[in-house]
């Protein structure tokens, strides 16, 4: 007698309910969750549909107006789930809603609420089909003007407390620090964003290494060299750091020229350099306030581990880690705008929590996070 096929005694389960799609659509990629009653997140997808890069509308074989690259990405990402449970709000952070994204989110003025910032989405109207919510992003005015986009709704995620949480409150105090391409250091307190500052540390390590003098000498390697990070971290506090990061990211190709550093280990040193001198000049600010805050980190894993080795140095003790804070935080976001209602009890499965440092991964580089930027 034949095997029986194994898929002839698998359940068919009907999907479980959602109550909310959550995008997080940045420059370069789209992330779309689906997320229950409770803020749990159910299905996640990941797709390359970035505001700068985003699918050709096709007809005959030739290009299309029909439809714009906004609403083909969108469909991709979440046109079958919508299908399937029609009326679902849809909500969005990220570059989609600067001026290059589907339509311009404004700016909001900091000091602001976060839970303020969840009244004044803006709609992306789509006759006939599910509107998007887009979360604005917010703009600093005092001193030197500074921006973020995509950000706001972390801090949202880490400030808060699970999704259904009985009682809800912000948390008090704390710094938040988000690194990436563009990194931002976030003070929050009870719910309010008072002030932010950028180091573009991601970037700068990008641009260096592919377009300047210091990459010529740089090779791969196939495993990281923490050791030549920490180096590098270690140079942009010393006596020779004074002199700022113009000048130390030199060392990068002088050491290798002089056989002092192989050029498998360039890339990590010249990342410690940056992320070193970004955590000098942060550390330096708050020892300046007189008090350390509680600093929660919020990111990549492997490039949150590198951030963690520098703190350490620069004596700023060891910061908790917040996971899933992008869902949690427009999950929130959608319940402040009344797109869904607060759920009254959740589990820990797909919601954000801090936690004290575990990772042991160790970045490449200094990266992008998934979509955040300005």
């Known amino acids: 007698m034949p095997a029986r096929d194994e898929t002839d005694q698998m359940t068919t389960r009907s999907p479980a309910r959602a109550a909310l799609i959550a995008l997080d659509w940045g420059t370069s990629s789209l992330r779309a969750y689906r997320l229950d009653a409770a803020g749990r997140t159910l299905d996640t997808r990941h797709l390359p549909w970035g505001i700068m890069r985003l699918p050709q509308p096709l007809q005959d074989g030739a290009a299309s107006t029909a439809l714009s690259g906004f609403d083909l990405a969108f469909d991709q990402a979440c046109g079958d789930w919508l ?6 709000p849809v909500i969005a952070c990220g570059m989609v809603g600067s001026a290059q994204g589907w339509k311009e989110a404004a700016y909001l003025d900091v000091p602001v609420d ?39 709704t972390q801090v949202f995620g880490v400030m808060f407390e699970p999704p259904g949480a009985p009682d809800a409150q912000p948390a008090d105090s704390v710094l938040i620090g988000l690194p990436g391409t563009h990194s931002k250091w976030v003070n929050a307190r009870r719910g309010r964003v008072t002030h932010f500052d950028t180091f573009m540390t991601g970037e700068v390590y990008a641009a260096l290494r592919g377009h300047t003098i210091l990459g010529r000498t740089m090779s791969d390697a196939p495993a990281a060299d923490m050791a030549a990070f920490e180096r590098g971290v270690k140079v942009a506090g010393a006596p020779a750091g004074r002199a700022g990061v113009l000048s130390t990211i030199f060392s ?9 550093l192989a050029s498998g280990s360039q890339a990590d040193y010249l990342s410690g350099l940056l992320i070193g001198h970004e955590i000098a ?46 869902e949690r935080g427009l999950w929130h976001l959608a319940v402040c705008a009344g797109l869904v209602a607060g759920a009254t009890s959740a589990s820990g499965t797909g919601t954000a929590t801090a936690t004290a440092s575990g990772s042991t991964a160790a970045a490449a580089s200094p990266s992008s996070s998934p979509s955040a930027s300005d």
Do not use: F, K, S, W
């Open 83 to 88: 299908r399937a449970e029609p009326g679902l």
């Open 114 to 152: 976060l839970e303020r910032i969840g009244t004044l989405l803006t709609v992306v109207e789509r006759p006939g089909a599910t509107p998007l919510h887009i979360v604005p992003g917010l703009i600093q005015r005092h001193g030197l003007p500074n921006v973020m986009r995509g950000e706001e």
């Open 252 to 260: 990068t190709r002088a050491l290798g020229l002089t056989g002092e």
């Open 281 to 326: 000049a942060l550390a330096e600010m708050l020892h300046q306030q007189g008090e350390l805050p509680r600093i929660v980190l919020c990111g990549e894993p492997a490039l949150c581990q590198r951030y963690m080795l520098a703190m350490a140095h620069y004596d700023l003790g060891t910061p908790e880690q917040a996971q899933n804070a992008t």
